[in-house]
């Protein structure tokens, strides 16, 4: 194996210039007072840790998780269905089925949410107030990101050993008894995928919000986009890891409540 460790050299420093050094630098620019990138007039100060306090952070912040949970949610109750209907059904096509799922993906993402934008825009949905609120955008959120909860929770259930489903119809286990005690639990892993790989886009995003939400609904990708638009690197440096912070230890939490259930059943 040791001759194989030179080829690990391109992939290194491809991560230290290009994740490492540019982590490194938005810590320094937090620590500083400058004109948009230009160090040479830069001065030391904690302006932009001071304004972490502004309620309106909070409040963005808060709102991005409350959209993020929702989606999840809805993607969990529409995803782990169809995954499951589509596992243990007698379809040829299966796989078919998956690329006409996955098929509105391949067309601009942009493009997809004027699609709504436009269809809410309509009279019929104008009369009805849809756009600007929470609930459109987490509507345009889910639509956007459910194949991400349904590929992972089909994949397992591909996976899933049919021998001990059919253990437990041949000892006379009901129907939803085996769901609960073999399907649900072995499925588990591609649920806690689907859950961070919505959660994530869901909860960082901004276009969603700005298109359908008007301006009504502000999350932190849209805080972090202004603070940039306006060239101030240092408050956005630190808005940037602040927010990396929060949805990394959401994502711990998680992943140690999950691997706990695991390891208790």
């Not at 309106?56 to 269905?81: D, E, H, M, Q, R």
Request: proline share 4%.
């Amino acid at each position: 194996m040791k001759r194989f460790k030179g080829y690990a050299i391109p992939y290194f420093v491809w991560l230290v210039f290009f994740v490492v050094a540019p982590i490194v630098v938005m810590i320094i620019l937090t620590f500083m007072q400058t004109n948009a990138m230009d160090f040479q007039g830069a001065t030391f100060s904690l302006d932009a840790y001071h304004r972490l306090a502004d309620p309106s952070i909070l409040k963005a912040l808060w709102n991005s998780l409350i959209v993020a949970f929702f989606t999840v949610l809805v993607c969990l109750l529409l995803g782990y269905p169809t995954a499951y209907f589509l596992s243990f059904s007698k379809i040829k096509n299966k796989k078919l089925i998956l690329l006409l799922m996955i098929l509105p993906m391949w067309s601009n993402s942009m493009l997809r949410i004027v699609s709504w934008l436009r269809l809410f825009s309509t009279d019929f949905f104008a009369a009805l107030n849809v756009l600007g609120s929470t609930w459109s955008v987490v509507f345009v959120t889910v639509t956007t990101y459910l194949p991400f909860m349904i590929f992972p929770i089909f994949t397992i259930l591909e996976k899933m050993d049919r021998s001990l489903l059919e253990a437990s119809k041949d000892l006379g286990v009901p129907a939803w008894k085996t769901f609960l005690k073999i399907t649900l639990p072995l499925s588990m892993e591609g649920v806690s995928s689907g859950v961070l790989m919505v959660f994530l886009p869901a909860a960082t995003g901004f276009a969603i919000s700005a298109t359908i939400g008007q301006g009504k609904v502000r999350l932190i990708g849209n805080l972090l986009q202004s603070v940039f638009e306006k060239n101030n690197y240092n408050f956005g440096s630190l808005l940037s890891i602040f927010v990396s912070i929060v949805i990394i230890a959401i994502v711990f939490v998680f992943s140690m409540l999950s691997s706990r259930k695991r390891r208790a059943e």
